[in-house]
C-alpha cells in the first residue's frame, strides 16, 4: 500500500523514455549465441572438478551449499581455467607473444573470440562483450 503511494507522489518528477525514441538511427540490437567447445586443458580441470566432488554429486547427498561451489569451480573452469593459481605455467623468460598465444589456448571462448574478433574488425564491425 505504501509503495504504492510512494510510487504516486513521484510519478510526475520522473521523465521515462525508450532508447527507440530517442535515438532513431540506432538499427535494431542483434545478439548471436555462438556454442564453443572446452579446450584440452578445460576438458582436464572440468572432469578433475567433478571427480573431486564425486560425492557431494550424489543423489543421496543434498548439500545445497556444496552444489553451488561446485557449479562456481565449473563456471570457472568454463570460463578460463587460468583463474585456478595451479593452471597457469610460469612464464619466465618468455616473449608477450608467446604468453598470449599460451593464454589464447588454454580457453575454448579466448580461441573463439580471437578468430571472431579479428574477422569482425577487417569488415568494420563493432562488438559489445560482456
Excluded at 10 to 31: C, G, N, Q, S, T
Excluded at 68 to 84: D, G, K, M, Q, T
Excluded at 94 to 116: F, Y
Aim: hydrophobic share 40%; aromatic share 6%.
Amino acid at each position: 500500500m505504501q509503495i504504492k503511494r510512494l510510487h504516486k507522489i513521484i510519478a510526475p518528477h520522473f521523465l521515462r523514455r525508450l532508447k527507440r525514441d530517442v535515438l532513431r538511427h540506432l538499427p535494431p540490437k542483434v545478439e548471436i549465441a555462438v556454442p564453443c567447445p572446452l579446450s584440452k586443458l578445460q576438458k582436464e580441470f572440468y572432469r578433475a572438478t567433478l571427480l573431486k566432488n564425486y560425492g557431494v554429486l550424489n543423489p543421496s547427498n543434498t548439500g545445497v551449499v556444496s552444489l553451488r561451489n561446485i557449479l562456481s569451480a565449473l563456471r570457472n573452469v568454463c570460463n578460463h581455467p587460468y583463474i585456478f593459481p595451479e593452471a597457469e605455467p610460469k612464464n619466465e623468460g618468455e616473449s608477450e607473444e608467446v604468453i598470449m598465444n599460451r593464454l589464447i589456448e588454454a580457453s575454448g571462448k579466448l580461441k573463439l573470440m580471437d578468430r571472431l574478433l579479428l574477422r569482425l574488425k577487417e569488415q568494420n564491425h563493432k562488438a559489445l562483450i560482456f
